[in-house]
């Protein structure tokens, strides 16, 4: 290999990737936040005995499902104000297609969760005297979310890495700070490594936490 790597040219761009930096975390804790409680909701409506509220619940979960993200990031930007006359800024509505993607995959960790509940804790529930609303905040919720919370954090990374998506939307993320960079430093390939290892920092504590929790799990279990 006869390329040279050189990355001191890339320092006049270290505070712009910080900032982008910051863009993508907001975007990922707010999208995160989104798809965590909006999840839970979700799988109780698509869990509905009453057809007309589970079919359309099951379509949303669907189409984001079985659609590419990067067509849902494009498809809110143009297509949300032009059929809807909605306007929202562009970070407001990059965490909107985030968050509602994240939204549809959660709720299928939780519907999984919410099925393993066992049965007597229903019955011990009812026995108590415990409404339908209070049996979902008390029994419900706290057995879905732990039940649920690896495949929640490992879909948390998931969209972090998605965020770059919206680089293509002109959201001034980390991405898009870096493409910036490597177009005025002329090193795309020094510039592209470093945005890998920064994504890569992020990511690898919170896939070990997730190790971890399984594995106390595992644990517990036996």
């Known amino acids: 290999m006869s390329y040279s790597f050189d990355f001191t040219g890339l320092q006049q761009g270290y505070d712009s990737l910080l900032e982008g930096l910051k863009v993508t975390v907001q975007l990922t804790l707010a999208a995160n936040l989104m ?3 909006l999840g839970f909701v979700v799988a109780l409506l698509v869990m509905s005995r009453i057809k007309i509220i589970r079919t359309p619940v099951m379509l949303f979960i669907e189409f984001f499902r079985c659609t590419p993200a990067i067509i849902q990031i494009v498809w809110f930007f143009y297509c949300v104000p032009i059929l ?3 306007y929202l800024d562009s970070i407001t509505m990059g965490v909107l297609a985030l968050g509602l993607n994240l939204t549809a995959f959660n709720a299928e960790a939780y519907r999984a969760a919410i099925q393993s509940v066992p049965k007597e804790q229903h019955d011990a ?3 108590l005297g415990l409404s339908p609303f209070q049996r979902i905040i008390y029994i419900v919720l706290p057995h879905a979310l732990r039940a649920s919370l690896p495949v929640l954090i490992t879909n948390g990374i998931g969209i972090f890495q998605q965020t770059a998506l919206v680089a293509i939307v002109a959201i ?3 991405m898009y700070q870096g493409k910036s960079l490597a177009t005025t ?3 795309p390939i020094e510039t592209f490594t470093l945005i890998a290892v920064i994504y890569f920092a992020v990511s690898f504590p919170i ?3 997730v190790q971890f929790i399984e594995r106390r799990r ?3 279990s036996r």
Do not use: N
Request: cysteine-free.
């Open 35 to 37: 798809g965590i409680t």
């Open 84 to 86: 809807f006359d909605v």
């Open 125 to 127: 529930g009812i026995a």
């Open 172 to 174: 001034q993320d980390l």
């Open 185 to 187: 430093t002329y090193r």
């Open 207 to 209: 896939a070990q936490l």
């Open 218 to 220: 595992e644990v517990a």
